[in-house]
């Protein structure tokens, strides 16, 4: 399996001190998850490419797009919106599109990795022709849209599947991940974890990223002795 990450979300970040909430991660994170939103492929809204002039880090970045039908002319604000920082993948929703191969093949040619999520209903078989197009697959745990929902684990069936199909692909899991659902996640295939509430809620955020890292370690010492 791929190196397992974590990956905190903005989402639920104070928004009004932004800078100063990535300063306390950046040193524990491999990506940063920026969410974007369009009040219309879910109910709820964000600022578009203008997000991305509010920060700076030094970390890369997993642009997650919650938007209905991304066209290249809209992908291109992201990219051209700071260029001090590094837009390491983009992820567009399946049920968002008409065409996903289109756009993915178009953020692919501006090198930045292309992911398409699948949403809790979406079953993984609707993705599997474009497997090949992709490095990450973003199976949602919860109802994109808002942070601080239940983790759904009847989820995890499609990342034990698609763990079995694809064993070097980056699997990515996002919503209500903690330190009692990350395992869970890591033992059904998932290496990429988008954690939001669990850390910018603490009041020690490096602590709460250590405290998922502890409970995958932990999880797989047991898995070892057992
Ligand atoms: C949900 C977003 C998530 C969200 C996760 O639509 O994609 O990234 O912020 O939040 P938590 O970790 O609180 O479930």
Do not use: W
């Amino acid at each position: 399996m791929p190196k397992i990450k974590i990956v905190p979300s903005i989402l639920s970040a104070n928004q009004h001190k932004l800078q100063e909430e990535i300063k306390d991660i950046e040193d524990y994170s491999d990506l940063l998850q920026v969410d974007i939103m369009d009040n219309k492929f879910v109910p709820n809204i964000t600022q578009q490419a203008e997000l991305l002039k509010k920060f700076s880090t030094k970390v890369p970045l997993d642009m997650h797009l919650m938007v209905k039908e991304p066209t290249q002319e809209y992908i291109k604000t992201f990219i051209n919106a700071n260029k001090k920082l590094k837009i390491k993948n983009i992820t567009i929703h399946y049920e968002a599109c008409k065409n996903p191969e289109k756009i993915l093949d178009f953020i692919k040619k501006n090198g930045i990795i292309p992911c398409v999520a699948i949403s809790p209903k979406t079953p993984l078989d609707k993705i599997k022709k474009f497997l090949d197009k992709v490095d990450m697959v973003l199976i949602m745990t919860v109802e994109p849209g808002f942070s601080g929902q239940k983790f759904i684990e009847s989820c995890m069936e499609k990342v034990r599947e698609l763990r079995r199909l694809k064993p070097d692909l980056d699997i990515e899991v996002d919503g209500g991940i903690n330190d009692k659902t990350a395992p869970i996640a890591v033992k059904a295939g998932a290496n990429i974890l988008v954690v939001s509430s669990f850390i910018f809620k603490s009041k020690n955020k490096a602590g709460a990223i250590k405290r998922i890292m502890d409970s995958i370690t932990n999880f797989s010492e047991q898995k070892y002795i057992n």
